[in-house]
């Protein structure tokens, strides 16, 4: 009885999977070329590593900045009240804080930096638009550009 239902389900998903439609709508030349040879900075590795060391750099900060403020008060609420155990609590927030502070300004230096690498490096497919030998008419050349900037 197992083995059957197993079947059944795994049929069943067979058949939903392969009885799906999509909208085909046939492309024009310029969006197929627009399509399939995009290429801009955004694809680039330094791009990549923009994203990640700045989602990483953002979240160090975002999260340092809490147990900062928190480190400080209960430090200061401590030296009010002579807690001991409070100091303690406090300093245990302050360190890891104060370093994940200035531990996140170079990463989101080093992430703006490789922003400004992957700007300055692109390459582009394009159509260059020519007036054909006809009055009406209109050629189209695909091109290919390279932009590195210093």
Same mark, same amino acid.
């Given at each position: 009885?197992?083995? @059957? /239902? @197993?079947? *059944?389900?795994?049929?069943? /998903?067979?058949?939903? +999977?392969?009885?799906?439609?999509?909208?085909?709508?046939?492309?024009?030349?310029?969006?197929?070329?627009? /399509?399939?040879? +995009?290429?801009?900075?955004?694809?680039?590795?330094?791009?990549?590593?923009?994203? @990640?060391?700045?989602?990483?750099?953002?979240? !160090? #900060?975002?999260?340092?900045?809490? *147990?900062?403020?928190?480190?400080?008060?209960?430090?200061?609420?401590?030296?009010?009240?002579?807690?001991?155990?409070?100091?303690?609590?406090?300093?245990?927030?302050?360190?890891?804080?104060?370093? %994940? %502070?200035?531990? +996140? @300004?170079?990463?989101?230096?080093?992430?703006?930096?490789?922003?400004?690498?992957?700007?300055?490096?692109?390459?582009?497919? +394009?159509?260059?638009?020519?007036?054909? *030998?006809?009055?009406?008419?209109?050629?189209?050349?695909? !091109?290919?550009? #390279?932009? %590195?900037?210093?």
């Amino acid at each position: 009885m197992k083995q @059957i /239902l @197993i079947f *059944l389900l795994l049929v069943s /998903l067979t058949c939903h +999977s392969y009885g799906q439609t999509y909208a085909n709508r046939p492309a024009t030349s310029e969006q197929a070329v627009e /399509l399939t040879y +995009s290429f801009d900075y955004k694809q680039t590795d330094e791009w990549r590593k923009y994203k @990640i060391m700045r989602a990483v750099g953002w979240s !160090a #900060l975002g999260a340092s900045v809490p *147990l900062v403020f928190f480190g400080v008060m209960f430090t200061g609420f401590s030296a009010m009240y002579n807690d001991q155990d409070l100091q303690a609590v406090g300093l245990g927030l302050l360190i890891p804080g104060g370093t %994940l %502070l200035v531990g +996140s @300004i170079p990463v989101l230096i080093c992430a703006y930096n490789y922003r400004n690498k992957a700007r300055n490096m692109s390459f582009g497919v +394009s159509a260059i638009h020519t007036p054909g *030998l006809n009055s009406g008419s209109m050629a189209y050349t695909p !091109a290919l550009s #390279l932009s %590195l900037s210093f």
